[in-house]
């Protein structure tokens, strides 16, 4: 079991940037996969990218792939979600999800036990 803590989120003009920081408790960080989620109004929870154990591989969804990046320091027992030239669709609930367990290439909400409790980003246009 891991516990996470999102923070970072809030209002943004569209094309701006921020950047999503999930702090994780614990001693064995560096034994889970991380991912982060989004859920828009109306829509269900999506991934939005995803990390191995030492960073080596990550996926991006495609609608956001080539202007985010995820990343992780397992020193810090933290995860990042860089986000730039952000889009009125990015607007959302981002939620930081972990697993002991390999993910598959594209997880989903099943595939991942622990969740923060998310923080909202609105990109306003």
């Known amino acids: 079991q891991v516990q996470l803590v999102e923070s970072g989120g809030g209002l943004v003009q569209v094309g701006g940037s921020l950047r999503l920081s999930c702090a994780a408790s614990?001693?064995?960080?560096?034994?889970?996969?991380m991912a982060w989620f989004r859920h828009a109004p109306g829509k269900e929870r999506d991934l939005v990218a995803s990390?191995?154990?030492?960073?080596?591989?990550?996926y991006y969804a495609d609608s956001v792939k080539g202007r985010f990046t995820i990343s992780r320091d397992n020193a810090k027992n933290m995860v990042y979600l860089q986000m730039n030239s952000l889009k009125p669709e990015d607007t959302a609930v981002y939620y930081c999800?972990?697993?002991?367990?390999?993910?598959?290439?594209?997880?989903?909400?099943?595939?991942?036990?622990?969740w923060g409790q998310g923080t909202l980003v609105f990109v306003s246009s």
């Open positions: 990390i191995t154990r030492y960073g080596l591989n990550t």
């Open positions: 999800a972990a697993s002991p367990s390999r993910l598959p290439t594209i997880p989903t909400m099943k595939d991942l036990e622990n």
């Open positions: 614990g001693h064995t960080f560096s034994t889970f996969y």
